[in-house]
C-alpha cells in the first residue's frame, strides 16, 4: 500500500507500535535538494544549526540554500523557505558551506552559548584538515565578518597558513561587532572582531 505525499510524490509507510510512520524531514527534503542527480541546494539555518550542536532549537520552518533557483516547500508538516547560496553547490562542498553559513549566522543562531559554540567550530575546523585550503576559499565570496572569524578561529588554532589571503580580503579600518573578545577569542582583536 502506498500513500500520497504531495502532487506526484508518494511513499510506502511503515508500521510500528505506535501507528504508520511517515519518512523522515532530510528524506522528504532530498527531491528538492537534487536535480537531474546531482545536488544543488542544501539545508541550512537554524536546523543545520541544530544538526551541528550549536543550538537546541527547531525551527518552523527549514531555509533551503541554492544558487540558482528558489525552493519554497509547503507540505505537511515541512514548511521550507529559500535563501541564496553565495557559491555553486555540489556534493563536495554542501558542508563546508554549511559552516561557513553558521560562521555567518552565529550572533543570530537562537540559544547559543558563545564560549561552547567556538570551541565546537575549532574542532569542527580541525577535523577539516584536508579540506582547510577549500573552506578559506570559498570563504572569499562570503560576507567579511566570516573571513575575519574563520581567520581568528585559524589563528587560535595556530593554522595559519593560508590565512593571509583573508587578512588581505579585509579592511583594516572595518570592525566586526560579533560580542566577542579576547577573554572569549584570544585573537579576535587582531581581526578586528569586538
Same mark, same amino acid.
Do not use: C
Given at each position: 500500500?502506498?500513500?500520497?505525499?504531495?502532487?506526484?510524490?508518494?511513499?510506502k509507510p511503515k508500521q510500528t507500535l505506535f501507528g504508520?510512520?511517515?519518512?523522515?524531514?532530510?528524506?522528504?527534503?532530498?527531491?528538492?535538494?537534487?536535480?537531474?542527480?546531482?545536488?544543488?541546494?542544501?539545508?541550512?539555518?537554524?536546523?543545520?544549526?541544530?544538526?551541528?550542536?550549536?543550538?537546541?532549537?527547531?525551527?518552523?520552518?527549514?531555509?533551503?540554500?541554492?544558487?540558482?533557483?528558489?525552493?519554497?516547500?509547503?507540505?505537511?508538516?515541512?514548511?521550507?523557505?529559500?535563501?541564496?547560496?553565495?557559491?555553486?553547490?555540489?556534493?563536495?562542498?554542501?558542508?563546508? /558551506?554549511?559552516?561557513?553559513? =553558521? #560562521?555567518?549566522?552565529?550572533? +543570530?543562531?537562537?540559544?547559543?552559548? &558563545?564560549?561552547?559554540?567556538? @570551541?565546537?567550530?575549532?574542532?569542527?575546523?580541525?577535523?577539516?584538515?584536508?579540506?582547510?585550503?577549500t573552506l578559506v576559499d570559498y570563504a572569499l565570496a562570503?560576507?567579511?565578518?566570516?573571513?575575519?572569524?574563520?581567520?581568528? /578561529?585559524?589563528?587560535?588554532? =595556530? #593554522?595559519?597558513?593560508?590565512? +593571509?589571503?583573508?587578512?588581505?580580503? &579585509?579592511?583594516?579600518?572595518? @570592525?566586526?561587532?560579533?560580542?566577542?573578545?579576547?577573554?572569549?577569542?584570544?585573537?579576535?582583536?587582531?581581526?578586528?572582531?569586538?
Amino acid at each position: 500500500m502506498i500513500k500520497k505525499l504531495s502532487k506526484g510524490r508518494f511513499y510506502k509507510p511503515k508500521q510500528t507500535l505506535f501507528g504508520e510512520k511517515k519518512p523522515d524531514e532530510e528524506q522528504l527534503l532530498k527531491p528538492y535538494l537534487y536535480q537531474n542527480g546531482k545536488r544543488t541546494a542544501y539545508i541550512t539555518g537554524d536546523y543545520l544549526y541544530n544538526q551541528l550542536g550549536l543550538t537546541i532549537q527547531l525551527p518552523a520552518i527549514i531555509k533551503i540554500a541554492t544558487r540558482d533557483r528558489r525552493i519554497f516547500i509547503h507540505t505537511g508538516a515541512i514548511r521550507a523557505t529559500a535563501v541564496k547560496s553565495y557559491v555553486d553547490v555540489t556534493e563536495e562542498n554542501y558542508q563546508l /558551506l554549511g559552516f561557513l553559513d =553558521a #560562521l555567518k549566522d552565529i550572533r +543570530q543562531i537562537p540559544d547559543i552559548n &558563545l564560549p561552547a559554540a567556538l @570551541t565546537l567550530l575549532k574542532n569542527r575546523i580541525k577535523a577539516l584538515a584536508p579540506q582547510r585550503k577549500t573552506l578559506v576559499d570559498y570563504a572569499l565570496a562570503y560576507p567579511a565578518r566570516v573571513r575575519a572569524l574563520l581567520g581568528a /578561529l585559524l589563528w587560535e588554532l =595556530a #593554522l595559519i597558513e593560508g590565512t +593571509q589571503v583573508l587578512k588581505n580580503s &579585509l579592511n583594516p579600518l572595518t @570592525t566586526y561587532k560579533l560580542g566577542l573578545d579576547d577573554n572569549i577569542l584570544s585573537t579576535a582583536s587582531q581581526w578586528n572582531i569586538q
